[in-house]
């Protein structure tokens, strides 16, 4: 699968509908984390479709909170992205706001890493080092468990979506451990570029 959008082209417009820097830290984080996992998962010559899908997934989070996966298609639909790139869009809200099912590896692994991202930079800004680099999957796990910890992110879809790979739990954490180490200093190096780090 291949995206006629590039990554600048792609950044440009999550930027037009979104302004708060976790948002767009977010799309980062997750991007290249399906760099990762596309490379991961032998598909490597589709990391930047992967990476697109990852970049825009919460396109309308937003502006339309309400609207969530609902505005996106035509967001991207004017942008030019393929149905492919909005069906995987679409697809990382199923059950919660959308009724597209992920069927794809990468659609599968978009839902299911979109929320533990979430757990693991929470986690990781506890840290001494703020940093994923040191974090070892037992934290992340004791973290887990916790479910005051970073209460927003959902661990029945991060369950859900190791199910729906066939994997362990174990598995999708440490996977997406290593991922996010893989994308940390060039997500850090972008966010400083667009002058939007702390």
Known sequence: MKTKLTHEAALSLLRKYNQEP??????????????????DQGFGEDADFWGTAGLLHDIDFEQYPE???????????????????IHA?????YGICSDVEPEHQME??????DELTGLIGAAA??????SVTDMELKSLKKKFKDKRFAAGCSREIISEGA???GWTLDELMEKSILAMRSCEDSVRAEMDALGLQD
């Open 108 to 113: 599968k692994i978009l839902f299911a890493v």
């Open 22 to 39: 976790f948002h767009i830290l977010h799309g980062l984080t997750v991007e290249g984390c399906m760099r990762w996992f596309a490379e």
């Open 89 to 93: 869009v679409v697809s990382h809200g």
């Open 163 to 165: 199910e729906r790979l």
């Open 125 to 130: 800004r506890m840290r001494p080092s703020k």
């Open 67 to 85: 609207e969530h996966c609902k505005r996106a298609p035509e967001l991207l639909k004017e942008a030019g992205a393929e149905p492919e790139l």
